[in-house]
């Protein structure tokens, strides 16, 4: 929230760029997964009082599961409208995720432009 006016304003993609450092990848693919399904609940097994870095017992691999083609035509199965409504935001966060976390490994960055291909074509066929 802004309380002051500030001069010069600030960069346009200063939010993005903050928000994709803090969410990363993994939560990027569980968002982008989640807005899909319109679900709001998290499909992270994640408990909400465990440690960040520490395994859990009941965890059975530590890999998140990344956004496939399946979940994104599972979705517009059970509603077309949904891919175009996360549409927007796709491309933005993934040039912020790709410019601003530093924490991704080259696998990372290849899987992301891939999935970024992925996309680029069920945009061109779904919006048809």
Known sequence: MQRVEVTPGLEAGRDIAALARHMGLRAFHEWMRTR????????????????????????????????????????????PEAFSRVDRHFGPYVDAILAHDQTLSEADRADLHELAKIWAMARERLAS
């Open 36 to 79: 899909l399904n319109g679900d709001v609940r998290s499909s992270d097994p994640t408990q909400w009082d465990e440690e960040p870095g520490k395994s859990s017992r009941n965890r059975k691999s530590v890999i998140h599961d990344g956004l496939t083609l399946e979940d994104i035509l599972s979705a517009w199965a059970r509603d």
